[in-house]
């Protein structure tokens, strides 16, 4: 597989809800490529479209229109079983309502896991992740000992133990004070520059914006590309309806 090859595609990809009589077009058609190695920020109001662009890269909805391909493959088309395989093998999520399991302590999270991709445990590996993120001494923890802040943090350990070639990462630090939120922003670049991975990461935090490649904004579903200079120029995002 050629480096210049696009890890994730999205081709005229569009997604509109319905609900009874009532239909909200929450994407219009989108096209975009992302590479290896590249963190791409979106940015964008609540309700503009960024959890529906997100989940539907990670295969979580279906699109309405256009596809989504995974190295050159169709991803979006699969059938929901072989299409959770994909998203095992290559996807790691950091989401909103962080990925833990409630009734395991953070170390098993890690052998949850391990059991799940039937990989033998990597714990120098789960150490570095752990320490890195600010989470060494809370492998005992349960995700309810733990402050929201750390719970998010442990998502984004147990997302990235497996190595996914792809991230996918919505509102990572939401949870968390500014020198946090910027510590994880940066972990995530640090892991997408070292490791080759193709990282999305949506965020609120026009701050963050720097440490990423490329910088997109979402208005209505409508996503456009810009740069971090440009956002800065023009200002604050319009506060949205809620904390999303
Ligand atoms: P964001 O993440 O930017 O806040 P979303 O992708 O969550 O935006 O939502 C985009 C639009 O789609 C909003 O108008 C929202 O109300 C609508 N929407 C999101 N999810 C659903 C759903 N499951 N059913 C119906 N409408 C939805
Ligand atoms: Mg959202």
Known sequence: MSSSSPVLTLEGVAKEYVQGSESV???EPTSLALAAGELVGILGPSGSGKSTLLTIMGGLRTPTQGAVLIHGAPFSELEEKERARVRHARLGFVLQAAGLVPFLRLRDQFVLHDRVAR????????????????????????????????????????????????????EPTAALDSSRARTVAELLAAQTHEWGKATVMVTHDERLLDVCDRVLVMSDGVLTETTHAEVVRSGPVPPGTGQD
Do not use: C, K, N, T
């Open 119 to 170: 990989s033998r445990a990597r714990r120098a590996h789960r150490d570095q992740l752990v320490d890195e993120l600010g989470l060494g001494g809370r492998l005992e923890a349960y995700p309810e000992q733990m402050s929201g802040g750390e719970r998010q943090r442990a998502a984004i350990a147990v997302a990235l133990y497996h190595d996914p070639d792809i991230i996918l990462a919505d």
């Open 25 to 27: 077009q929450a994407l």
